[in-house]
């Protein structure tokens, strides 16, 4: 069974940083991209960045660039997303994506597999 298990979720001032985690079971964790995505109360989910299966390749949304760093882990089956200068506009709920089939994640319907979520507040 796949579980997908994001952690490091909070409440944090504006300016601030948190470091996300997605821990991964059940999957060969180095055949999958990876990837965050967000979503706010009554908003979409929405992209938020991507890694490769070995890490060298990354893409963000326009938004994060600079501000957000995706990274892996494959010996510890673990994706990172380390956030840092947030905005209360971040404040959204982050989900971790498992992508079997393509080499980083960039829609949503291609996802396998998805985590149930962590909640990030940022507050001003």
């Known amino acids: 069974q796949v579980q997908l298990v994001e952690s490091g979720g909070g409440l944090v001032q504006a300016g601030g940083s948190l470091r996300l985690s997605c821990a991964a079971s059940?999957?060969?964790?180095?055949?999958?991209?990876m990837g965050w995505f967000r979503q706010a109360p009554g908003k979409e989910r929405k992209f938020v960045a991507t890694?490769?299966?070995?890490?060298?390749?990354?893409y963000y949304a326009d938004s994060m660039k600079g501000r957000f760093t995706i990274s892996r882990d494959n010996a510890k089956n673990t994706v990172y997303l380390q956030m840092n200068s947030l905005k209360p506009e971040d404040t959204a709920v982050y989900y971790c994506?498992?992508?079997?089939?393509?080499?980083?994640?960039?829609?949503?319907?291609?996802?396998?597999?998805w985590g149930r979520g962590t909640q990030v507040t940022v507050s001003s």
């Open positions: 994506a498992a992508d079997r089939s393509s080499s980083t994640i960039q829609t949503m319907s291609k996802v396998d597999f």
């Open positions: 059940g999957l060969t964790f180095s055949s999958y991209a």
């Open positions: 890694i490769n299966w070995s890490g060298g390749i990354t």
